[in-house]
T-cell receptor, first 115, second 108 residues
Framework: GAVVSQHPSRVICKSGTSVKIECRSL??????MFWYRQFPKQSLMLMAT?????????EQGVEKDKFLINHASLTLSTLTVTSAHPEDSSFYIC???????????FGQGTRLTVV | GENVEQHPSTLSVQEGDSAVIKCTYS??????FPWYKQELGKGPQLIID?????GEKKDQRIAVTLNKTAKHFSLHITETQPEDSAVYFC???????FGSGTRLQVQP
């Protein structure tokens, strides 16, 4: 199957700083990428849909100024958590669609801890 | 938007028994229904999926059934093994709305 690489796998940052998470499709071009957040023992909640070359579409309740998404190329999307707070600590996961008729391929996830 | 409900939240079976997890969805326009297995600290891994033009799909010990009229789909795992222990998620819709997850524990 297709490979999606997410980096870093773990990050610890101080309150008030920003953290960037990268999501790369390694062997295909992803027209669409999705970003999810998962709290412990809970399901994945969609944060935003990212289309290459256009602005991301955010789900209700997700602050677009706090969670900056950039999809500058067909193989890379980034999520930047700005001015991070302890409540932003979570597991962030990206997925990528090769085209609208294929399944979504998931990255390995990033464990963010804000101290 | 899509709403997906998943049951049960936890499931414990003996090794060799079968396990069934059920999901319902709300958007009749959804036509893609994947199942994911997630192990602790890792991203979800696709284990099987089904599209709305078929009613059943099987891959070795894993099968998925879909009832579009009733808007529900189920995951069936036969001859369960301890390594099947994980959290399983169903999903529906293009942007993948996930169910709440089922923690499956297979007792050796």
């Amino acid at each position: 199957g297709a490979v999606v690489s997410q980096h870093p796998s773990r990050v610890i940052c101080k309150s008030g700083t920003s953290v960037k998470i990268e999501c790369r499709s390694l062997d295909f071009q992803a027209t669409t990428m999705f970003w999810y957040r998962q709290f412990p023992k809970q399901s994945l909640m969609l944060m935003a849909t990212s289309n290459e070359g256009s602005k991301a579409t955010y789900e209700q309740g997700v602050e677009k100024d706090k969670f900056l998404i950039n999809h500058a190329s067909l193989t890379l999307s980034t999520l930047t958590v700005t001015s991070a707070h302890p409540e932003d600590s979570s597991f962030y996961i990206c997925s990528a669609l090769r085209d609208r008729n294929t399944e979504a391929f998931f990255g390995q996830g990033t464990r963010l801890t804000v101290v | 938007g899509e709403n997906v409900e998943q049951h049960p939240s936890t499931l414990s079976v003996q090794e060799g028994d079968s396990a069934v997890i059920k999901c319902t969805y709300s958007d009749s326009a959804s036509n893609y229904f994947p199942w994911y297995k997630q192990e602790l600290g890792k991203g979800p891994q696709l284990i099987i999926d089904i599209r709305s033009n078929v009613g059943e799909k099987k891959d070795q010990r894993i099968a998925v059934t879909l009832n579009k009229t009733a808007k529900h789909f189920s995951l069936h795992i036969t001859e369960t093994q301890p390594e099947d222990s994980a959290v399983y998620f169903c999903a529906a819709g293009r942007a993948l709305t996930f169910g709440s997850g089922t923690r499956l524990q297979v007792q050796p």
